[in-house]
């Protein structure tokens, strides 16, 4: 029976405590491991079974060991999942329920990806509005610069060079506060 040879084959694959076997309902056939590890509840080691993983009668036996290869590397991610947790809480962890998700208008990573995209947004206008400000005081240098080597000339004439750099560097602070269309 072809049940009796994946059972031979997955007998030589060995991983940790994990215990593969094989089993076959109607003409389905399927691999599952179970294996001892700490419940995500308490911690206390208890018997965890992985996912059962569907094996075509007509497989071989590289294609059953690398079926097996991923059924671990599932349960592992599975457990880090579990056991992965940022400030208290498992973020990332295994157990979603498809209904729910379907029926909610943001899932949980559509929530992290407008969060990530939120946090980028700010770091660009902070970037934005610190180039700004070096503008702006370049302006404002240029307008000081001008007033020490002009200003006491003729102090009663403002010239245009000066009044421009002072307009240049108000317009630059006031896209500080209120953007542009154009992104910034």
Avoid at 29 to 42: S, V
Avoid at 52 to 71: D, G, R, Y
Wanted: charge should be negative.
């Amino acid at each position: 029976m072809i049940t009796d040879t994946f059972r031979a084959w997955l007998a030589k694959v060995k991983y940790l405590n994990y215990e593969f076997h094989v089993t076959q309902r109607d003409s389905c056939i399927y691999l599952q491991a179970k294996f001892l590890a700490p419940n995500e509840f308490d911690g206390q080691l208890q018997e965890q079974s992985t996912r059962q993983w569907l094996l075509h009668p007509n497989m071989t036996k590289s294609e059953v060991i690398q079926t097996a290869f991923k059924l671990v590397l599932a349960s592992v991610e599975h457990e880090a999942r579990e056991f992965f947790h940022y400030q208290g809480k498992p973020i990332f962890g295994p157990h979603y329920s498809v209904d729910v998700l379907a029926l909610s208008d943001a899932y949980p990573g559509m929530a992290l990806a407008d969060q990530v995209e939120a946090e980028r947004q700010r770091c660009y206008m902070l970037g934005v509005a610190a180039e700004r400000e070096r503008c702006a005081k370049l302006c404002e240098d240029i307008s000081d610069d001008y007033q020490r080597r002009e200003g006491h000339r003729f102090p009663e004439l403002k010239s245009d060079a000066q009044t421009g750099a002072d307009h240049c560097a108000d317009a630059i602070r006031t896209a500080l506060v209120k953007p542009t269309k154009e992104g910034g």
